[in-house]
Antibody
Framework: QVQLVQSGSELKKPGASVKIACKAS????????INWVRQAPGQGLEWMGW????????TYALGFTGRFVLSLDTSVSTAYLQISGLKADDTAVYYC??????????????WGQGTLVTVSS | SYVLTQPPSVSVAPGQTARLTCGGD??????VHWYQQKAGQAPVLVVF???DRPSGIPERVSGSNSGNTATLTITRVEAGDEADYYC???????????FGGGTRLTVL
């Protein structure tokens, strides 16, 4: 079954770090990019960046540099999002999404179920 | 950076037609993708490249794109269409993805 399965919810204190996993199955992991999207409570979707699963090269959106690190472990078909120095406004659901050419261009055709990160003292 | 503007909410009665817009500078010249997000769920791609549908998406859902506005049209709206809808484009100036702010479709 083609799917992305993310790790479970996290409750962290301000200043701590968190590492979210996104495990792919049912397709060739290194064939397509993995993107990450943030959704704060009651807010819209915000693109954070992507990682090239072939070269392991990450690209970050503005506002997601410095404390955010995208990485891979291709041996287990898993992408990771690590956030350090957590702040209260990092509280959000984080999604991974596969980017694949469905038509003439690329789209996010497969999404993980989301991981809720709550930052609270 | 490129900005996509969506109305926060649209309401429509069952059986009627919902038109959700996504505004952007010369958006008609680019490919627009639409995602549906039901409450508590991950987004799902419903229209890509302006007007094509992935398999499993009903023909009631369609898209168009011209000038400065892209439109997602849902005919014969059902209660199950109630969701947030997001448009997305690739910004060639920054080589970044951009999402619109989303529109909540309410079925009356």
């Amino acid at each position: 079954q083609v799917q992305l399965v993310q790790s479970g919810s996290e409750l962290k204190k301000p200043g701590a770090s968190v590492k979210i996993a996104c495990k792919a199955s049912g397709y060739s992991f290194t064939k397509y990019l993995i993107n990450w999207v943030r959704q704060a409570p009651g807010q819209g979707l915000e693109w954070m960046g992507w990682i090239n699963t072939n070269t392991e090269d990450p690209t970050y959106a503005l506002g997601f540099t410095g404390r955010f690190v995208l990485s891979l472990d291709t041996s287990v078909s898993t992408a990771y999002l690590q956030i350090s120095g957590l702040k209260a406004d990092d509280t959000a659901v984080y999604y991974c999404a596969r980017e694949r050419p469905v038509g003439r261009t690329n789209q996010f055709d497969l999404w993980g179920q989301g991981t809720l990160v709550t930052v609270s003292s | 950076s490129y900005v996509l503007t969506q109305p926060p909410s649209v309401s429509v009665a069952p059986g009627q037609t919902a038109r959700l817009t996504c505004g952007g500078d010369k958006i008609g010249l680019t490919s627009v993708h639409w995602y549906q997000q039901k409450a508590g769920q991950a987004p799902v791609l419903v229209v890509f490249d302006g007007g094509d549908r992935p398999s499993g998406i009903p023909e009631r859902v369609s898209g168009s794109n011209s000038g400065n506005t892209a439109t997602l049209t849902i005919t014969r709206v059902e209660a199950g269409d109630e969701a947030d809808y997001y448009c997305q484009v690739w910004d060639t100036a920054t080589d970044h993805w951009v999402f619109g702010g989303g529109t909540r479709l309410t079925v009356l």
